[in-house]
């Protein structure tokens, strides 16, 4: 079972103690035959894209601070307000990128 089926189960069936159809994931080819499985399974793939665009934003993001942490940490013999100054634009970019924007 897909996980979006076992979503769809789990959201609209299971909590009511229904018991879903034998055929409420039947398929022509990928699609799905019951119009309402069809598309919350469009909202389903949707929103998954965004996940996966999101997890590549904070991933990069997370790459980007632990470069900055080590050069930090590389460099912590001198300027601490430089150093500090450096956490804190890393900090932001970090910030920027999980509201949904682009790192500078």
Partial sequence: MEEFEQW???TYYKPYGFVPPANLFERY???YIRENVYQHNLVWQHLQAKVVELQKRLDGAL????????????????????????????????????NGGEPK
């Fill in 63 to 98: 790459k980007e601070t632990q470069y900055a942490l080590q050069y930090v940490e590389g460099d912590m013999r001198g300027n601490h307000e430089f150093l500090q100054m450096a956490m804190i634009r890393t900090f932001k970019a970090l910030e920027q990128v999980l």
């Fill in 29 to 31: 080819e990928d699609t």
């Fill in 8 to 10: 769809y189960l789990d």
